[in-house]
């Protein structure tokens, strides 16, 4: 199941919906199905960020992770493109994206395979993380700490030397630059899911779970 496919099968022409993340390459809408868009940025700062004129205004500006202005199960689906790695929590992000769908209503995501992009070389994702971001931000935290831009300096950007890695990792952090604060293979994005029904307030079934290149695709309906 490519996107494609995947937007062909649950996106009809009746229903409307977000996506988030875009960012000039929204997903593929065969049938016509209404769609607004939703980033936390504007776009004038999104094309001066990406050095790319041709990325819309989204409709939309609001936190992707919280969807504060949008009221509960008033949506068709939600369309979540390569924005669940950058969350402070993803599994608070996905329970906001169920939330916002009415019961029968479908999230898509599209979240990279760490072993085929930039993460190749960091630690994945474990269940244990997931669930103390989780915790953390239900409880009012910020966890956007110096060690996940430490993480990134070192194996994505790498800068080894210690302390040039702390100084370029603590720049980041002061300008809360967006990076993937998560990344997952196949074994530990199914784990996630898994603990996600255990432990989420909003229930779900996986309808769809595929490998796709670089990305994996996978389709949540909420019960």
């Known amino acids: 199941m490519d996107r494609?496919?995947?937007?062909?099968?649950?996106?009809?022409?009746?229903?409307?919906g977000i996506e988030i993340g875009a960012c000039g390459t929204p997903w593929p809408n065969p049938h016509g199905a209404t769609v607004k868009y939703v980033d936390n940025k504007s776009g004038?700062?999104?094309r001066l960020l990406y050095k790319n004129e041709k990325i819309p205004d989204p409709d939309i500006i609001d936190n992707g992770e919280f969807l504060s202005s949008m009221g509960d199960a008033g949506l068709d689906f939600v369309v979540s493109s390569h924005q669940l790695?950058?969350?402070?929590?993803?599994?608070?992000?996905?329970q906001n994206?169920?939330?916002?769908?009415?019961?029968?209503?479908?999230?898509?995501?599209a979240v990279p395979d760490k072993n085929a992009i930039f993460d190749k070389d960091r630690d994945l994702?474990?269940?244990?993380h997931l669930?103390?971001?989780?915790?953390?931000?239900?409880?009012?935290?910020?966890?956007?700490?110096?060690?996940?831009?430490?993480?990134?300096?070192?194996?994505?950007?790498g800068i080894k030397?210690?302390?040039?890695?702390?100084?370029v990792a603590h720049e980041k952090?002061?300008?809360?630059?967006?990076?993937?604060?998560?990344?997952?293979?196949?074994?530990?994005?199914?784990?996630?899911?898994?603990?996600?029904?255990?432990?989420?307030?909003?229930?779900?079934?996986?309808?769809?779970?595929?490998?796709?290149?670089?990305?994996?695709?996978?389709?949540?309906?909420?019960?």
């Open 4 to 16: 494609h496919s995947a937007a062909s099968k649950y996106l009809s022409k009746e229903l409307s």
């Open 44 to 46: 004038e700062k999104l």
């Open 85 to 94: 790695e950058h969350c402070q929590s993803p599994l608070t992000a996905m």
């Open 97 to 109: 994206h169920l939330r916002v769908v009415r019961p029968g209503g479908f999230v898509l995501y």
């Open 125 to 128: 994702t474990t269940v244990f």
């Open 131 to 157: 669930l103390a971001d989780y915790d953390m931000v239900n409880m009012g935290y910020d966890t956007d700490d110096l060690r996940h831009y430490l993480e990134w300096v070192y194996f994505v950007d």
């Open 161 to 167: 030397d210690f302390k040039k890695c702390v100084e």
């Open 173 to 223: 952090f002061t300008r809360r630059e967006d990076i993937h604060f998560h990344c997952w293979d196949e074994e530990t994005l199914r784990s996630t899911l898994q603990i996600s029904k255990l432990r989420l307030r909003q229930k779900f079934d996986l309808e769809d779970f595929s490998k796709n290149g670089c990305e994996f695709i996978f389709v949540l309906r909420r019960l």
